[in-house]
């Protein structure tokens, strides 16, 4: 089914937050504690690396330009980064994969892997690995009873937090996607848009506590897979028109002709021509390569990649080689 549903659901993400039992919880320790947990994990954390699944780059936010740290926080989607604190920060990031292991950010150890598609079983795998790996030896901030400890008492538990992006055009011009996000508030899911632009949501599972981690992904992966599959029936009631035909193909020339193309303008039109690839008249591009793409046309990437250089005109010159043999 994922493979199905690959023009509906993007990527998947899972994380796990530890912290450990003999340093204070990140908000209440002072630079020098800070300084000293970043120095000591750091070196942990290397000395672990030939039992680590993949090879990992370290880097210090204070030592990165802002172009650089935006490129990187971006990248591995990384959330919720505290920028007033970026000189006790480490960032360990895979040379391979979108997998990630932050020091001192909001909590000690924050473990990350992203995977495109329907993935959540895979990204977990790969971090818990990781956690087994890393924490083993560990004095972490545990509680049999209440599981791992966290600055915010609600937040106490497995420290598993996971969604998946996804691309819903159809569902959000209907009522059905509002009457489906109420109703899974329930069930602990919560469906946010990103941003103003390309109808794309994450669907996450905010419960916390004592969850079992497999049950915890089971039960996103149902409701993705739901989701997916209430958005492709919408998409066959409403999106076969001539007009909308026409906005695709007008999106596939404006992707092909333009001279300047913000990042905003970028989301419609890629979130039209997803949807004309996935009914089959957009030819010599798929979803998958659309994603991967997406990667190097956001603002942080092309700054990063091109310092000195407009960057909308460098993103209408990226798309326009990109989508150079796509046709309809």
Do not use: W
């Not at 530890?18 to 630079?31: A, G, H, I, S, V």
């Not at 971006?74 to 970026?86: A, G, H, S, W």
């Not at 979130?271 to 690839?277: A, P, T």
């Not at 798929?286 to 700054?303: A, Q």
Request: charged residues 25%; negative net charge; aromatic residues 10%.
């Amino acid at each position: 089914m994922s493979d199905f549903y690959n023009d509906i659901i993007i990527d998947s993400s899972v994380s796990l937050r530890r912290n450990l039992k003999n340093y204070p919880f990140c908000e209440k320790m002072t630079p020098a504690q800070k300084n000293e947990l970043l120095s000591n994990l750091m070196q942990y954390i290397k000395n672990k690396a030939h039992l680590l699944p993949c090879k990992f780059n370290y880097n210090e936010a204070v030592f990165l330009s802002e172009r650089e740290f935006n490129f990187l926080k971006d990248y591995l989607k990384l959330e919720n980064f505290n920028k007033t604190e970026l000189s006790s920060i480490g960032i360990f990031k895979a040379e391979s994969d979108k997998i990630s292991v932050v020091i001192n950010n909001n909590e000690h150890i924050g473990i990350s892997a992203l995977s495109f598609g329907l993935s959540l079983n895979e990204a977990y795998s790969k971090i818990k690995y990781i956690d087994n790996v890393i924490c083993d030896e560990l004095p972490l901030a545990f509680n049999n009873k209440i599981g791992y400890l966290f600055s915010e008492i609600l937040e106490n538990g497995t420290g598993i937090d996971a969604y998946c992006t996804m691309h819903l055009p159809a569902l959000e011009h209907t009522s059905e996607l509002k009457r489906y996000s109420e109703s899974m508030k329930n069930f602990g899911i919560k469906i946010e848009k990103t941003g103003e632009f390309g109808s794309i949501y994450k669907v996450r599972n905010v419960l916390k506590g004592l969850v079992d981690e497999n049950e915890y992904l089971e039960n996103l992966t149902a409701v993705v897979r739901n989701l997916a599959y209430e958005e492709k029936a919408a998409r066959e009631t409403m999106f076969i028109t001539d007009e909308i035909k026409k906005s695709i193909v007008l999106a596939v020339e404006v992707l092909k002709n333009s001279m300047e193309l913000n990042y905003d303008m970028l989301l419609q039109m890629i979130s039209l021509v997803k949807i004309g690839i996935s009914e089959g008249f957009i030819f010599g591009i798929n979803i998958g390569e659309i994603e991967k793409y997406m990667d190097i046309l956001r603002d942080s990437s092309i700054e990063y990649s091109y310092e000195d250089e407009n960057k909308d005109r460098r993103r209408a010159k990226l798309i326009k080689s990109i989508f150079e043999k796509v046709y309809y």
